[in-house]
C-alpha cells in the first residue's frame, strides 16, 4: 500500500477499480427500463441495448486514451482543465457534479421505492426523509472511516448485483428453451426514429456513470496503466448483461411494456413467487450498491477542484487518520440527500443524463488536443483517434438536442454558476 502525492492512499487495484466501474453503471435502471423500451421499439430492444453499449464504448474509448495521462485525483474535471483551460475545467466540474448528485439521487429515490413493497407502513413522507438520511449517510460514514472500507463494501455489493442478474439471466434462457409454453411471440411496432432516439438517451442513463471512478485517480495503485483496462472491460461485461436481462423479459413476459417491475414479472413467470421476490430483493441491493460507489469516488470532484485553488481549501483536507477527503464526503452526502429529498427519479434520471452527454463531448474534443501535443504522457493509444472522437462528439450533440426546457434551464443555470465561480476564481 502506497501513499499519494496529495496525502491520499493508493489502495485500488485494477479489479477493485474494475469492480467500482460495474457498481457504478448499474443501478436501480435495469429493472425498469426493460418495460419502458419494450413499449418504444419491442423486439428491437436488446439491439438497442447493443448499439448504445458500442456507442458509449466508443466515448469510453476516447476517455481511456485521456485518462492514461493521469495518476492524480481529479478525474474529467482535471482532464478538461489540463486541454482546454480553467474555465473549461470549471464548466466540466460543475456538469460533472450535478450528474453524480443527481444520479445516486435518482437511485436513492429508486431504493425507497422498492423498500415500501417489502415494507409498506414506510409510505409516508416522514418515513421516506428518514429512510434517505440513514441511507445516505451510513454510506458517507463508511467511506469517512477510509478508502479501504468503502472499496471493499464496493466490490461487495457488485459481486452480489452481478450474481442476481446473471441468475435472472441464466435461469430465464433455460427456461425458455426447456418450457416453450412460455415463451412470447416478439412484437414489432412501427419503425420510428423518434422512438430509437427517446430510447438510446434512456440508455445514456442506464450506461453512464462509469466515469466517476476516475476520480480516485489518486487512490489507485497505477491508474494510468489499470484505468484504461478496467473501463473498457467494465462496459463489455455490463453491455452483455444489459442486453441478455432485455432479452429474456420480452421473451418471457407478456405485454412487457405494460409492467412497473418488468424484470420481477418476468421471474415470476419461470421462477415463481419466490424467484420474483428474489428479483425485487435485488433492486434493492443494486441500487444500495450503486449508492455504494457514487458516495466512494464522487466527493472527489471537490476534493480535486479544492487542491487547485478553484473551490475553498478546506474541501481539500485529508483526515489526518482516515487518510480521506472528509469534508468533501460529508457536503457531498448532503447534497445528495436534499436532491433526492426534493425531486424524484425521473427528474433526477434526466438530469443525470443531460449533463453526462455534454461531458462525454468535452473528452471526446480534448482526445485531438493531446495528440497535438505529442508529449508522449499517453500510455493508452486508439488506432484511429480522430474516427473516435468525430463519433463521439457527433453522438452527444445529437442526443444534447433531444432534452427538454427543463433540463435545458437546469444544465443552462450550472454553466452560468461554473461562469461565476471562475469570475471569482480569476480575481
Given at each position: 500500500?502506497?501513499?499519494?502525492?496529495?496525502?491520499?492512499?493508493?489502495?485500488?487495484?485494477?479489479?477493485?477499480?474494475?469492480?467500482?466501474?460495474?457498481?457504478?453503471?448499474?443501478?436501480?435502471?435495469?429493472?425498469?427500463?426493460?418495460?419502458?423500451?419494450?413499449?418504444?421499439?419491442?423486439?428491437?430492444?436488446?439491439?438497442?441495448?447493443?448499439?448504445?453499449?458500442?456507442?458509449?464504448?466508443?466515448?469510453?474509448?476516447?476517455?481511456?486514451?485521456?485518462?492514461?495521462r493521469y495518476e492524480e485525483t481529479g478525474g474529467l474535471y482535471l482532464y478538461a482543465r489540463d486541454a482546454f483551460g480553467r474555465f473549461t475545467g470549471l464548466l466540466v466540474a460543475w456538469l460533472t457534479w450535478l450528474t453524480r448528485i443527481a444520479a445516486p439521487a435518482a437511485g436513492a429515490n429508486l431504493f425507497y421505492t422498492y423498500l415500501v413493497l417489502f415494507f409498506p407502513p414506510l409510505g409516508s413522507r416522514k418515513a421516506e426523509l428518514l429512510v434517505l438520511a440513514v441511507l445516505i449517510g451510513h454510506h458517507a460514514l463508511l467511506n469517512y472511516l477510509g478508502v479501504e472500507t468503502g472499496k471493499q463494501v464496493s466490490n461487495l455489493f457488485t459481486a452480489v448485483k452481478v450474481g442476481f442478474l446473471l441468475f435472472f439471466v441464466f435461469a430465464g434462457v433455460l427456461a425458455l428453451v426447456l418450457r416453450p409454453e412460455i415463451r412470447v411471440p416478439f412484437s414489432v411496432p412501427a419503425f420510428s426514429a423518434k422512438n430509437w432516439f427517446e430510447s438510446i438517451l434512456l440508455l445514456v442513463y442506464?450506461?453512464?456513470?462509469?466515469?466517476?471512478?476516475?476520480?480516485?485517480?489518486?487512490?489507485?495503485?497505477?491508474?494510468?496503466?489499470?484505468?484504461?483496462?478496467?473501463?473498457?472491460?467494465?462496459?463489455?461485461?455490463?453491455?452483455?448483461?444489459?442486453?441478455?436481462?432485455?432479452?429474456?423479459?420480452?421473451?418471457?413476459?407478456?405485454?412487457?411494456?405494460?409492467?412497473?417491475?418488468?424484470?420481477?414479472?418476468?421471474?415470476?413467470?419461470?421462477?415463481?413467487?419466490?424467484?420474483?421476490?428474489?428479483?425485487?430483493?435485488?433492486?434493492?441491493?443494486?441500487?444500495?450498491?450503486?449508492?455504494?460507489?457514487?458516495?466512494?469516488?464522487a466527493p472527489r470532484v471537490t476534493f480535486a477542484l479544492a487542491e487547485r485553488g478553484d473551490f475553498p481549501a478546506f474541501l481539500a483536507a485529508v483526515h489526518p487518520k482516515f487518510r480521506t477527503p472528509y469534508f468533501s464526503i460529508l457536503l457531498y452526502a448532503a447534497l445528495v440527500f436534499a436532491f433526492a429529498a426534493l425531486g424524484n427519479f425521473q427528474w433526477n434520471a434526466m438530469l443525470s443524463a443531460v449533463s453526462r452527454l455534454a461531458i462525454y463531448g468535452a473528452m471526446a474534443l480534448a482526445v485531438p488536443v493531446f495528440r497535438g501535443r505529442r508529449d508522449g504522457k499517453t500510455q493508452f493509444l486508439l488506432p484511429v483517434p480522430y474516427l473516435f472522437s468525430g463519433f463521439a462528439l457527433l453522438f452527444s450533440i445529437a442526443l444534447l438536442t433531444k432534452m427538454g426546457r427543463g433540463e435545458f434551464y437546469v444544465v443552462g443555470a450550472t454553466c452560468a454558476i461554473a461562469l461565476l465561480n471562475w469570475l471569482f476564481v480569476q480575481r
Open positions: 500500500m502506497t501513499q499519494s502525492s496529495q496525502g491520499l492512499v493508493r489502495t485500488i487495484g485494477r479489479w477493485s477499480l474494475t469492480a467500482l466501474m460495474v457498481n457504478s453503471i448499474i443501478g436501480g435502471s435495469i429493472f425498469g427500463l426493460p418495460s419502458v423500451l419494450a413499449v418504444r421499439i419491442g423486439a428491437y430492444s436488446p439491439f438497442a441495448y447493443l448499439g448504445a453499449g458500442l456507442c458509449i464504448l466508443i466515448i469510453a474509448a476516447c476517455i481511456a486514451e485521456v485518462s492514461s442506464a450506461y453512464g456513470g462509469f466515469e466517476g471512478a476516475l476520480f480516485v485517480g489518486g487512490e489507485s495503485s497505477n491508474p494510468k496503466r489499470d484505468t484504461p483496462i478496467a473501463l473498457l472491460r467494465a462496459l463489455v461485461v455490463v453491455c452483455l448483461i444489459y442486453t441478455a436481462a432485455q432479452f429474456v423479459t420480452i421473451a418471457a413476459l407478456p405485454d412487457a411494456g405494460s409492467s412497473a417491475r418488468p424484470l420481477t414479472d418476468a421471474a415470476q413467470r419461470f421462477l415463481g413467487p419466490a424467484g420474483a421476490a428474489a428479483i425485487a430483493l435485488a433492486a434493492l441491493v443494486s441500487t444500495y450498491g450503486y449508492l455504494s460507489a457514487n458516495l466512494l469516488h
